[in-house]
């Protein structure tokens, strides 16, 4: 029986996930906090290397089944298939993400699957400009994906939570005030 919270954040850049998983890492006991980016090569063999990594991962996972430790991850192979849907690999992921995921809900944890987005999707362009983000000199183009990037996740979501009832899975809109949004994880996972 899990004794063990695993919690996944996605989202499109600029929705909100260093500081959602920040919060979650610093107000959960025993947590562990985990930012990934998987693999810049867009190549067929770049399908290799993702799927090697992930597999990886999640034998990592496994392992940590009943420790009391709690997992939160910005960022997992969810964005590996978001990309891929969007056409930024010269590769389809969906079978090695369909695996992942079936493995996935099948981890004994408490799972939860968080995606960040915005109402207002003007806003990706204002957080995509801030002087802390790698780069904005080109923040129309990049608050463009964002907003692809978001309505791919959220089909993602929708897909999961039909296909797995042991996941939690909750979409947050987050353009309110910081505190808002902790006080609704609170709620969410039970802290």
Do not use: W
Request: with cysteine; aromatic share 12%; proline share 2%.
């Amino acid at each position: 029986m899990a004794n063990s919270k695993l919690i996944v954040v996605e989202g499109a850049q600029g929705a909100g996930k260093t500081t959602v998983t920040d919060f979650l890492r610093h107000s959960l006991s025993y947590t562990n906090l985990y930012r990934l980016c998987g693999t810049s090569d867009s190549t067929p063999t770049g399908k290799i290397k993702a799927e090697e990594m992930y597999i990886h991962l999640m034998q990592y996972i496994k392992g940590l089944e009943n420790k009391s430790i709690n997992l939160v991850f910005d960022r997992t192979f969810f964005t590996e298939e978001n990309y891929c849907r969007l056409g930024k690999k010269e590769y389809t992921f969906t079978d090695v993400y369909e695996k992942l995921l079936d493995d996935f809900s099948k981890l004994d944890f408490e799972i939860y699957y968080i995606t960040l987005y915005l109402e207002n999707e003007d806003l990706y362009n204002e957080r995509l400009k801030r002087p802390d983000k790698a780069s904005f000199h080109n923040s129309k183009f990049e608050a463009e994906n964002s907003i692809n990037q978001q309505r791919v996740y959220l089909e993602m979501a929708d897909d999961i939570k039909n296909k797995y009832p042991n996941i939690k899975v909750y979409n947050l809109e987050n353009s309110k005030p910081l505190e808002e949004t902790q006080a609704e994880l609170r709620r969410i996972i039970g802290f």
